[in-house]
């Protein structure tokens, strides 16, 4: 097949307005962090999630790695997650000498099991950092519960749930606090970006001295403090204003760009009921107090299929798909800082079955119908 007919797994979408604002970021003369789109983009953040403070961030990366400074993370403190997740929800909190522990997930969402959080808490538990998977909702209302009952601050990775909610209260303001991605593989881009939403006010000020090096130079800013000084350990976690202005094209269209992501979800949806009825697969399961994003689209194969198989005989036929997460616990670096309580046969299995197809704004509803049923074919040889 022609290389230039395959149908891409990714294309970052533009709304148009993001050169635009770009160059009135540029003649505002303010090119730093915190100007006036920065100030936009988290009152956006702030009213559409009712998170207490919202901080743009460069990346998630940067917002989980502001969380464990905040919660003052220490050699030796253990904080439970999934393995089954991106790098950087366990690497922010190996930089400060913690040790993830990682749990097995459920089989229905893919997300942190809360059955078996409690089993893994220790005296050195610190935090819980419930993954997000897909932009649909873990099981917060019993996170919450099990952390309040042990002292434990609850942290959000959220990367892959803005827009998202769960029984009605957006993902990210929830927990203690929460991370944000608009990483051009999520649903709403800068490129590389992201926010911190501070959702217990008592970690508001100091988010603030840590995202600004450790200074107090977001009060100097505002006239509450008449110089600024290092006030504690920090690092540059802020994004300049031309990404920020960028952002504030794709945030003003962030519910269209959901409402189209549902559509194509939906029908991805619709059209592989019947290869699960066949056994060839298994489609995402998710639970009614959770209003999903549509972040992603995967099936899980039946494990009667070979899925590298499968996925270059669809490369062959000019379809782009991805798998993921090599789980932590058995990367080198997980083996090495992290501890899995016990043998996470469903991250493992999760893992080994699952498959991402395409799905972005922009997406014809010709080239999706190609996706379905050259799968379709794929799966049906192979199983
Ligand atoms: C994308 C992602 C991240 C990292 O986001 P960046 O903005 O690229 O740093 C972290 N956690 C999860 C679950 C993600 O999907």
Redesign the pocket.
């Known amino acids: 097949m022609n290389k230039d007919k395959t149908i891409q797994f990714n294309r970052p979408y533009m709304t148009g307005k993001e050169l635009h604002y770009i160059s009135e970021a540029n003649l505002s003369n303010k090119l730093a962090g915190d100007g006036i789109f920065t100030k936009r983009c988290h009152q956006w953040i702030e009213q559409q999630t009712g998170c207490a403070k919202a901080l743009l961030t460069h990346?998630?990366?940067a917002a989980l790695e502001m969380a464990a400074l905040l919660l003052d993370i220490q050699p030796g403190d253990e904080v439970i997650m999934p393995s089954y997740?991106?790098v950087?929800?366990a690497n922010a909190f190996v930089l400060r000498g913690g040790v993830p522990v990682f749990v097995d997930i459920r089989e229905d969402t893919l997300n942190l099991d809360e059955r078996l959080i409690e089993a893994a808490i220790t005296p050195r538990t610190k935090a819980i950092v419930p993954?997000h998977y897909a932009g649909v909702a873990c099981e917060m209302d019993t996170i919450l519960d099990i952390a309040r009952r042990h002292g434990l601050k609850v942290v959000e990775?959220a990367?892959?749930g803005v827009m998202s909610r769960y029984k009605g209260r957006s993902l990210g303001s929830i927990g203690d606090l929460g991370a944000y991605?608009?990483?051009e593989?999520?649903n709403v881009i800068s490129g590389?970006?992201?926010a911190l939403l501070v959702n217990d006010e008592e970690y508001a000020l100091r988010a603030e001295i840590i995202r600004e090096k450790g200074t107090d130079r977001s009060r100097f800013f505002r006239g509450e403090v008449d110089k600024y000084t290092w006030q504690e350990v920090g690092s540059s976690f802020l994004p300049g204003e031309i990404v920020a202005s960028f952002l504030w094209a794709q945030l003003e269209e962030a519910e269209r760009i959901t409402r189209e992501r549902l559509d194509i979800w939906g029908r991805y949806h619709d059209a592989f009921a019947s290869l699960e009825s066949d056994g060839l697969l298994r489609r995402p399961i998710v639970p009614a107090e959770c209003d999903h994003n549509a972040h992603m689209y995967y099936v899980l194969l039946s494990p009667s299929v070979d899925r590298q198989h499968a996925i270059t005989e669809l490369k062959q036929r000019g379809i782009a798909t991805v798998f993921h997460y090599v789980p932590l616990h058995s990367s080198p670096a997980g083996l090495r800082y992290c501890r899995a309580e016990g043998d996470l046969p469903v991250t493992c299995a999760a893992s080994e079955r699952l498959l991402r197809l395409p799905l972005w704004v922009g997406l014809a509803q010709d080239e999706q119908a190609q996706v379905v049923e050259t799968i379709a074919s794929v799966l049906a040889r192979a199983a």
């Open positions: 990346s998630c990366t997740t991106f950087s929800t993954v990775d990367a892959q991605s608009f990483h593989t999520k590389e970006g992201g």
